[in-house]
């Protein structure tokens, strides 16, 4: 398969990570036969310090002309700290979603056995977690109308969903539940919110076509406290914008680093690719940031473009990797010397090598001086 990919590593760690998960995507396209072009552009704050821009133009036309994004991070703590700032970072992000109209945006979260005792919560509750969190992306108060009076002193977002944008993001989900646990919960705010309980009609109307999957609803609050107290009874959450950010920071901790989640963001068109993670700037540079989420939203675009046994290698690489303590020093206690570069030389090299022996895999990096 040919596929062009536009890159856009973006801000803080966002490039060091990206990097690993080109060197998988190349990887992958040398074992397999495939022709995997990368094409780069900027984004964030680098893309505001060279074009005043946080989107460019040429950016939105790159990844308008490719099959597929690969997205690392944005964000800058001088945006941060600075609320009157009417250029940010973050603005290239949400246009680009936007414009896309990449509407649904899928996090897998997955408690991984030997990462168990890297969650603060307890093991018992943890271990076999399997969730999907099919987030909706282009609506809800992200983007509704924002004002902030003249004096300054009254500011408000406005929340606003139609029933297709319910819709078309509720049948991914029932779909996806379809291929999994067959479940659905459906997380809202329908006791105080119009705009939850709107969701709530669509997705119970819709649900009515899928009688295979069960459907359930929480509050958001609710929500929250059961995704920590019995991670396990979840299979597929559904949830509109904003929810679905935060629950799924939260929902991070059950694997043990928010270094680990991937993520996909769907529309009609196009698919854009990336880390759950934000720019992290206090790591930037150091060698310290974990590349596995970036390298998992890969193997997520090649799901996407159903090269299966493909996106199947690079998980199974990272798996191996996290058996082996392969892994930057937010996973690993007893060694905080491996770096980011390190952990994508070895899921490369899985790639290359899948039947060598680990041993081998130890030896060749661990006796590398170059290891940060
Ligand atoms: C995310 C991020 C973004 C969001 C920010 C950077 C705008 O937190 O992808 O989860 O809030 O959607
Ligand atoms: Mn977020």
């Not at 969903?161 to 646990?181: P, V």
């Not at 705009?195 to 609050?221: A, M, N, Q």
């Not at 959450?237 to 963001?265: C, H, K, P, Q, Y």
Request: aromatic content about 6%; charged content about 25%.
């Amino acid at each position: 398969m040919k596929l062009n990919i536009a890159v856009l590593p973006g801000d803080g760690i966002g490039p060091e990570v990206t990097e690993q998960a080109v060197k998988a995507l190349q990887a992958i396209g040398t074992e397999f036969n495939h022709t995997f072009t990368f094409k780069y552009a900027d984004v964030g704050a680098v893309a505001i310090d060279k074009t005043g821009n946080p989107l460019p133009e040429e950016t939105l036309d790159l990844c308008e002309s490719t099959d597929a994004i690969l997205f690392g991070s944005i964000g800058d703590p001088k945006y941060d700290n600075d609320p009157t700032a009417k250029i940010r970072p973050e603005q290239g992000l949400l246009r680009l979603r936007k414009t896309l109209g990449l509407f649904a945006n899928i996090r897998p979260v997955k408690a991984y056995d030997k990462l168990l005792e890297q969650s603060p919560l307890k093991t018992n509750i943890i271990a076999g977690t399997d969730i999907s969190i099919y987030r909706e992306l282009t609506g809800g108060i992200y983007f509704g109308e924002k004002t902030l009076s003249e004096d300054g002193d009254t500011a408000s977002d406005l929340c606003t969903y139609s029933r297709l944008e319910i819709e078309r993001i509720t049948h991914l989900a029932f779909k996806a539940a379809q291929l999994r646990k067959n479940k659905v919960t459906l997380v809202d705010k329908a006791n105080v919110l119009e705009s939850s309980r709107l969701w709530r009609k669509v997705v119970t109307e819709i649900g009515d076509e899928y009688p295979d999957v069960d459907l359930d609803f929480l509050f958001v609050d609710n929500a929250a406290m059961q995704l920590i107290l019995n991670p396990n009874q979840f299979d597929v959450i559904l949830t509109e914008n904003m929810f679905g950010d935060i629950i799924s920071d939260e929902a991070s901790v059950i694997g043990g680093s928010i270094g680990l989640l991937a993520s996909a963001s769907i529309g009609d068109k196009y698919a854009l690719f990336e880390p759950i993670h934000g720019s992290y700037p206090q790591a930037k540079g150091k060698g310290i940031a974990n590349p596995i989420a970036s390298i998992l939203s890969a193997a997520m675009l090649l799901d996407h473009f159903e090269l299966k046994e493909e996106a199947d290698m690079i998980r199974k690489a990272v798996e191996r990797s996290i058996e082996l303590n392969i892994t930057t020093p937010d996973l690993n206690q007893d060694n905080k010397q491996i770096s980011t570069k390190l952990v994508g030389e070895f899921i490369e090299d899985f790639i290359h090598h899948p039947n060598d022996s680990n041993i081998n895999y130890k030896n060749i990096h661990l006796g590398q001086s170059t290891i940060i």
